[in-house]
């Protein structure tokens, strides 16, 4: 397999998890190189359904090396149970590695992003998952934060707390009134920390990387969230806060780009969306609750009925752009087998002036004076959850598809029809 990129190009929940374990059974080394324990990634392998939030999805496959990477942030307590749980099931764990660069979540952390969300007014409000992914970002940014390699260094980490914690504390208290941490308390912490994350650190990963390079080994990068969840090209500031778009896969992993020789965008066959934001082509009326039953749309990590809505090209296309795809997987195809009409978002109007947008506007402010412009498609009205093959598909099917590739600019190299491993055609 040539190294590849797996990319969410919508908002989230594409089933990149689904396409990355496909992959990774033709990868040697697969890299989850951003976002934290905000990502909820399902793969249904062997009849079981497993749900990882910093493991990358390559995981269930043996004799693979798995990296959470530089880019990440990890929260140890909820790494902890997602490891105790895969070990419950006997999955093999030795080829999990840790970068010492990876950012840690610190309870502060946790409690900032909980205040910000619950005291958080009308469009104040971003809807987050409330894991700490804000603020330990903004801590990485500010150089404040602590790294992963910082817990296996108690003088460095004792001396780190000594700037860095009065300034925390002020913080907590003064700006969000919220309680403050002794030092011996984050040490303590650190050091629970340190031996969760012990087994799996990767101190090595130079001379793993080197290589890897060297021997041509076939490297996956695990994107999270989607490309309009992106901070620098999402609908800030209704977004994470790290870079889920394919240049993300660079800075977050230790590869440069010119190792990187596929860029798949992940896209369903409609649209989802948790949290607030902008969202074109949302349905608020049965047409998206059908959608949000057949296609059992609520949250991995937070349980929350996702918002559902039409295929929109105009993102789809952006995404295209910003991230450099070379194909689109798309999936979920099956939950449109009984619809009779399927609308596609192919530019939006604005309802004040006319206005015909065929790009995205960026600025997130005058999306409230837009509206889709809609092409309609006709349903195929055929259950396609066990076909296997691209001309197996009912016509209206392949229309659609075809339609979308026109739209996009960029071929469908996959398509989806079920959770199942099995229920994927390769095109
Ligand atoms: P991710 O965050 O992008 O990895 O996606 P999630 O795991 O959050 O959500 C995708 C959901 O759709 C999971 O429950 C998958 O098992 C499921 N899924 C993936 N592909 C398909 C498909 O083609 N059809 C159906 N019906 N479900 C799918
Ligand atoms: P996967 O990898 C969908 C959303 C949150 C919120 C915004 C900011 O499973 O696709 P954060 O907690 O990151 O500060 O929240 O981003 N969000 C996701 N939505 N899928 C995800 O991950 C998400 N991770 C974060 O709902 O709107
Ligand atoms: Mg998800």
Redesign the pocket.
């Known amino acids: 397999m040539e190294n590849t990129v797996v990319i969410?190009a919508q908002w989230?929940?594409?089933?990149?998890?689904?396409i990355t374990d496909l992959l990774a059974e033709n990868a040697d080394i697969i890299i989850r190189y951003q976002g934290g324990c905000n990502?909820?990634?399902?793969v249904?392998a062997n009849g079981k359904?497993f749900k990882f939030h910093l493991i990358p999805s390559g995981i269930l496959y043996k004799n693979k090396l798995c990296f959470i990477g530089a880019g990440t942030v990890i929260y140890p307590e909820v790494l902890e149970k997602e490891i105790e749980d895969l070990k419950k099931d006997n999955i093999d764990l030795s080829g999990l590695k840790i970068s010492p660069l990876a950012s840690v979540t610190m309870p502060y952390h946790i409690d900032i992003d909980g205040y910000s969300e619950e005291s958080a007014k009308g469009s104040a409000k971003i809807g987050t998952t409330k894991k700490g992914i804000g603020p330990t970002y903004t801590d990485k940014i500010s150089r404040h934060g602590i790294k992963v390699q910082d817990l296996f260094d108690i003088d460095g980490l004792s001396k780190k707390l000594d700037i860095i914690l009065p300034l925390k504390n002020k913080e907590l208290a003064q700006v969000y009134g919220l309680k403050t941490y002794n030092k011996e308390d984050i040490m303590d912490y650190c050091s629970k920390y340190a031996e969760i994350i012990k087994p799996y650190l990767c101190n090595d990963w130079q001379k793993i990387f080197h290589d890897a390079l060297a021997c041509n080994k076939s490297i996956l990068f695990e994107g999270a969230q989607g490309v309009m969840l992106d901070v620098d090209w999402g609908t800030y500031p209704y977004v994470t806060s790290s870079n889920p778009v394919a240049g993300g896969a660079c800075t977050g992993s230790g590869f440069g780009p010119s190792v990187i020789k596929e860029i798949i965008g992940?896209s369903k066959a409609y649209i989802t969306r948790v949290g607030e934001g902008p969202f074109a082509t949302e349905l608020t009326d049965e047409v998206g609750e059908k959608i949000r039953n057949i296609?059992?749309e609520f949250g991995?990590t937070t349980g929350r009925p996702r918002r559902t809505g039409w295929f929109d090209a105009v993102v789809a296309k952006y995404g295209v752009l910003v991230s450099g795809l070379t194909s689109m997987a798309v999936?979920?195809?099956?939950?449109f087998d009984t619809f009779d009409e399927i609308k596609v978002c192919v530019a939006y109007k604005d309802k004040r002036t006319g206005e015909i947008f065929d790009y995205y506007p960026t600025n997130v402010n005058i999306h409230e004076f837009l509206e889709p412009v809609y092409e309609s498609h006709q349903g195929w009205k055929t259950d396609i959850t066990g076909m296997k093959s691209y001309e197996e598909l009912p016509v209206n099917a392949k229309k659609y598809l075809k339609r979308l590739e026109e739209l996009m600019g960029v071929k469908i190299s996959i398509i989806?029809?079920?959770?199942g491993r099995d229920?994927t055609i390769f095109v």
């Open positions: 969410g989230g929940d594409e089933g990149k998890a689904k990502a909820g990634h399902t249904v359904t992940v296609g059992h991995t999936t979920k195809l099956d939950v989806s029809v079920g959770p229920q």
